[in-house]
Nanobody, 127 residues
Framework: QVELVETGGGSVQAGGSLTLSCTTS???????MAWFRQATGKEREGVAAIDSDGSTAYADSVKGRFAISRDNGKNTLYLRMNSLKSDDTAMYYC??????????????????????WGQGTQVTVSS
């Protein structure tokens, strides 16, 4: 069983920064980890993904502002969020898939492969 626990959410003013963390108890290599978000009244959307080699993929809405990274030794996934906007307000979820050849959140058809999810952490950006 893969447990994912997100931390680091909070309230910040527009233009500010936050770093989210996602820690897992799973000690083996995870092929792909990602961040998703869901704003109130909207569908869940992929934000960023990273594979076991460190290759990344980002949604257009966060490119240049967000950075995903992982520390396999600490079993932790990160999302550094800079230049935050009110549109970034959402519940942010960490997700993982143990085995896959495609690690992305950019193309919706690959999003259903994420079988493990955290409970979410709220990010609120005020303008």
């Amino acid at each position: 069983q893969v447990e994912l626990v997100e931390t680091g959410g909070g309230s910040v003013q527009a233009g500010g920064s936050l770093t989210l963390s996602c820690t897992t108890s799973y000690t083996y290599n995870i092929a792909c980890m990602a961040w998703f978000r869901q704003a109130t009244g909207k569908e869940r959307e992929g934000v960023a993904a990273i594979d076991s080699d460190g290759s990344t993929a980002y949604a257009d809405s966060v490119k240049g502002r967000f950075a995903i990274s992982r520390d396999n030794g600490k079993n932790t996934l990160y999302l550094r969020m800079n230049s935050l906007k009110s549109d970034d307000t959402a519940m942010y979820y960490c997700a993982a898939v143990l085995h896959t050849r495609v690690c992305t959140v950019v193309v919706d058809q690959y999003n259903t492969q994420f079988g493990y999810w955290g409970q979410g952490t709220q990010v609120t950006v005020s303008s």
